[in-house]
């Protein structure tokens, strides 16, 4: 199975302030049809998760310009470029190159 | 925009049944993955099941392989999860989510519980 390691596994930002989150794959998530299957979610407290970025760097409609996605095999990174009070929560990177896709273990993002 | 919405959580005994539901707001013609997310309380995510929309290809992650079923009602616009040999460590919101993730439920809480 893939393991996807992410860090930090907390994060306290500073309002406006630029935050980063790393996520790391044990095996390749470039699939045949030329795509990597990477992916970040957000998870708000009490809310369900949501896509942020598909395929290493495509934002999801809805999603502001203020999140970005970039990376190569094995490492990610999720950019918060001015974090703001609605990004508290907890972000996930995911794998879907092959089965099981799995999440990393989550970072916690708090304002300080 | 298309909604999912679960439905058929609740409190089971170890080795009960449930079955999952999860209604699409929209027939959508696309064959994506679909599946079933779980998190066990205070936990991360993690997949549990998918099946292509046409029913052709089922996955299962290894600990529910054998005791849960996942499948779909075309007809219905509806995913189904039958889960059966329930375990304490099933204890888990269980979310309906499309294409790797591009669209989630609310979630449904089951608990297995004596």
């Known amino acids: 199975d893939v393991v996807m390691t992410q860090s930090p596994l907390s994060l306290t930002v500073t309002l406006g302030q630029p935050a980063s989150i790393s996520c790391r794959s044990s095996?390749?998530?470039?699939?045949?049809?030329?795509?990597?299957?990477l992916h970040w979610f957000q998870q708000r407290p009490g809310q369900s998760p949501r896509r942020l970025i598909n395929k290493v760097s495509y934002r999801e409609s809805g999603v502001p310009d203020r999140f970005s996605g970039s990376g190569s095999g094995p490492d990610f990174t999720l950019h918060i470029s001015r974090v703001e009070a609605e990004d508290v929560g907890v972000y996930y990177c995911?794998?879907?190159?092959?089965?099981?896709?799995?999440f990393g273990q989550g970072t916690k993002v708090e304002i300080e | 925009e298309l909604q999912l919405v679960e439905s058929g959580g609740g409190l089971v005994q170890p080795g009960g049944s449930l079955r999952l539901s999860c209604v699409a707001s929209?027939?959508?013609?696309?064959?994506?993955?679909t599946g079933w997310v779980r998190q066990a309380p205070g936990k991360g995510l993690e997949w549990v099941a998918i099946i292509l929309e046409d029913g052709s290809v089922k996955h299962y992650l290894d600990s529910v392989k054998g005791r849960f079923t996942i499948s779909r009602d075309s007809a219905k616009n509806s995913l189904y999860l039958q889960m059966n040999s329930l375990r304490g460590d099933d204890t888990a919101v269980y979310y309906c989510?499309?294409?790797?993730?591009?669209?989630w439920g609310q979630g449904t809480m089951v608990t297995v519980s004596s």
């Open positions: 095996q390749s998530l470039l699939f045949s049809d030329g795509d990597t299957y």
């Open positions: 929209e027939i959508t013609f696309s064959n994506y993955w």
């Open positions: 989510a499309r294409d790797r993730g591009s669209v």
């Open positions: 995911m794998h879907s190159v092959n089965w099981p896709w799995t």
